[in-house]
């Protein structure tokens, strides 16, 4: 039995067009389109509900830092009727918050600037090298993280007292540093191997060093990761209380929410709430800006070796 085969296609005569008709586009199903549309809808409903959930809180506490006493329990949800400054200047002079300000640029950028060339460097050998123990010493740090920081309040501050560095400012940056350390490692780590290593073999050839193709090629190659873990380390160390609170008991040397909770306890006494929101506010400022100015590179620091 001969199977039957399609006869083949005529040749066109001159001068004659030969139409073609192409098949018309698959039609996408309705019900599939609605539960796409009403998806996108639930999910921007959530993103502008969980938007305003944190806004507002921090809208409304800059808007009281401007009130006085009587307007924040009269009308806690108006606007202010005039701006009263001298509740920041009050806030500034009177409760010390310029000198916790100080204290904590002093301890924060010292302990992330160490925070971050310890960490990137010991992340960028276990990143890069095969050596013995390298995936032990990278456990280490990881279950580092996981160590609990209150069981380690009672040794560390004997640690500290016997070393000298207790109520010390660069006592207790090297608290911090250590703290750090492990997430900082765990993060930069994984973000190193995403680096090509055809640069740093040819810094090689070229006859670079080790030391001077770490911090000349490969560092600024990383400056996205360095920038996000920054920003981690950052609000981690700005916002820390319990440690100055057990290693910094100098009331000249605290800082800036060891002064916050002082401020809440004395001022909720005299019922002085609008110095209260000031200086609230003074300490929530700067980790808005830090994360406003760096939030792009944050993101792309997060997102670097999702893709390639």
Do not use: C
Not at 67 to 72: A, M, P, V
Not at 87 to 92: P, S
Not at 141 to 149: A, K, L, R, T
């Amino acid at each position: 039995m001969k199977t039957t085969e399609s006869p083949a296609p005529l040749p066109a005569e001159s001068g004659a067009t030969v139409s073609k008709v192409d098949a018309p586009p698959a039609a996408r199903p309705s019900g599939q389109k609605r539960e796409g549309t009403a998806l996108n809808v639930f999910s921007h409903g959530i993103l502008v509900l969980w938007a305003i959930m944190v806004v507002m809180p921090l809208v409304w506490a800059v808007m009281t830092s401007f009130k006085d006493d009587g307007s924040i329990f009269g009308s806690p949800w108006s606007l202010p009727d005039t701006l009263h400054f001298d509740n920041w200047a009050r806030a500034w002079t009177d409760a010390n918050m310029g000198d916790y300000f100080l204290n904590t640029v002093l301890v924060v950028g010292g302990s992330l600037i160490g925070t971050l060339v310890l960490g990137s460097m010991a992340a960028y050998v276990l990143a890069r090298f095969d050596f013995p123990g390298n995936r032990f010493i990278y456990y280490l740090f990881i279950g580092g993280m996981s160590f609990p920081i209150m069981l380690a309040l009672v040794p560390l501050f004997y640690v500290v007292n016997n070393m000298g560095l207790l109520n010390t400012i660069h006592g207790l940056i090297l608290v911090y540093i250590a703290y750090s350390l492990p997430f900082t490692v765990f993060f930069l780590t994984a973000f190193f191997r995403t680096l090509p290593t055809s640069v740093a073999e040819a810094a090689f050839v070229d006859g670079a060093s080790h030391t001077r193709t770490f911090f000349q090629i490969m560092l600024p190659m990383a400056k996205p990761g360095l920038i996000s873990v920054g920003i981690f380390n950052f609000l981690g160390q700005w916002n820390q209380y319990m440690l100055p609170t057990v290693l910094n008991t100098d009331p000249d040397k605290r800082v800036l929410t060891q002064g916050l909770v002082q401020l809440a306890v004395s001022q909720g006494y005299k019922g002085d709430w609008s110095g209260l929101f000031a200086g609230l506010v003074m300490a929530m400022l700067p980790v808005l800006a830090a994360y406003i100015v760096f939030q792009r590179q944050v993101v792309q620091g997060l997102t670097a070796g999702a893709l390639k």
